[in-house]
Structures are given as C-alpha cells and as structure tokens.
C-alpha cells in the first residue's frame, strides 16, 4: 500500500499553504515525496501576525528533501490565479497536484452584508477557484494523470446564520468539483473535495482567547465528539485523495467533522 499514497516525482500546489490546514496539507505531501508550490498572500499573514509563516513553511518542506518554492499572490484580483499556476509550473516543471485552499471567510448577520464583502468573498472564493482549474485541467489531461482537491466545509450541509455568502459559495465550489470530475475522470484527472468541521486554525484563533467560550463553541459546533480538530488531522484524507490511492474516486465529497455533520439524536 506504501506505493499507493506515495507521491515521489509529483508535484503539488497548494493555496493558502503559508497557515493552518493548508501547512498541514503542504507538509503532508512533501512528507510522502512531493515538490511543493506553497502559495500564500503576504497581507493575509501579515494581518495574522505571521509574516514569516510562508518562509517558515517553505524551509519545512525542504528539510523533507524535496523541492519547493514560494507563490505569493492575492487572488482577488481577475486573471492572479491564472498567474499563480503558471508560476508553479514555471519554477516545478509543471503542476500535477492542485489544492485550493485559500479561502477568505465573513462573520456577519446576512442583512449587514455589503456589496463589497459580498463581491471580495465571491472573487476569492469561486472566482479563483475556476482560474485556477482553468489553468491547471488542461495540462493534466495532456498527461494523463491528475489530483484536484478542493477545500470546501461543513457550512455546505450545516449553514451558520452568519456565514450566509460564505456556505453559498462553498456549495457552489462542490457543485463545480463534480461538474468537472465527470468530465476529467475518464483521463485520470480525479477531482474530489474535502469538507472540514470545526478547526482549530488562525482564522479562528480569536475565538480560542476565552476559553470558556471556546469550550462552549467546542460543544455545540463540534458534536458528537465535542472538540475542534486540528489542521493535521486534514492530512489523511487529502494523501487519499491526491495520491494514486484515488485512482478510482471522483466527485466525492469527504466530510472531516468528527461526525459534526451528522443529524442530531433526538
């Protein structure tokens, strides 16, 4: 089975690889023998506190003795994430996995939502996402072989009152991950998403300052198992997911919630 999730001689892009799950995602792979293209936007780290966080990242993945490099790029603007596929090819020799990753988030009670939010949510969140299978799906298809894997949530089957636009998008996001897989799975080219609960990560890491009410937000968002995962806890899933270990799953949507997405029982 060791062949199976290996992942020598491929080469992997990751958005948003600088932080949290996708760091987790990057060092997972470069653990299994990929080069890794680890995209970040400056000022997202920056207005972290983590300006280093993508250099730091970088120097990880190459103590696993693969290759790596560093995309920085905004992908709100129209046309960045086309850019930021060319620019992993050019410095990896090509691009044979994609993660998107990258993903801005909104909390705000759905009658306060303005246009502009609405519109820097839309741009980054879907605009981007098909730039980047835009870019990336040809040449995988020309190869013969290829692994999409998008980030997408439990807000998908489990909205929050305040994540309105940022559950649509996400939905919308899947509802094109299986458009495309069943257009690409006949050409080896598998397409999947993987939907992520409650984590413990920098987006919300404000949250974790009060730790009573971490706790709280633990046991009601985090059920049956009643704590937040943590962003390695992704890992798995993903090296099923991007590896030849997925040679015959396509438009799947696994779910990484500790069973947060499951009914209540009453």
Known sequence: MTNWFSMHGRRALVTG???SIGRSLALGFADH???VAVHYCAAAD???GQPDAAQETLAAVITRGVRGCLVECDLAPAGAARQVVGEATTKLGGVDILVVCASVQSRTPFFDITCDEMQRQFDINFRAT??????ALPPMKARGWGRVLTIGSINQVR?????AIYAALKCAQYNLCINLARQYAPFNVMINN??????????NRWRRQDADAWRDIQA???APMGRAGQPDE??????LLCSNAASYIAGTDVMITGGGHLPAVS
């Open 17 to 19: 690889a600088s932080l």
């Open 33 to 35: 023998g990929a080069d």
């Open 46 to 48: 920056e207005a972290f």
């Open 130 to 135: 098909v730039e980047l299978l835009q870019a």
């Open 159 to 163: 909205p929050e009152p305040e994540l």
């Open 194 to 203: 993987l939907s992520p609960g409650l984590v413990a990560t920098e987006r």
């Open 220 to 222: 009601r968002s985090a």
């Open 234 to 239: 992704m890992v798995g899933a993903a090296l």
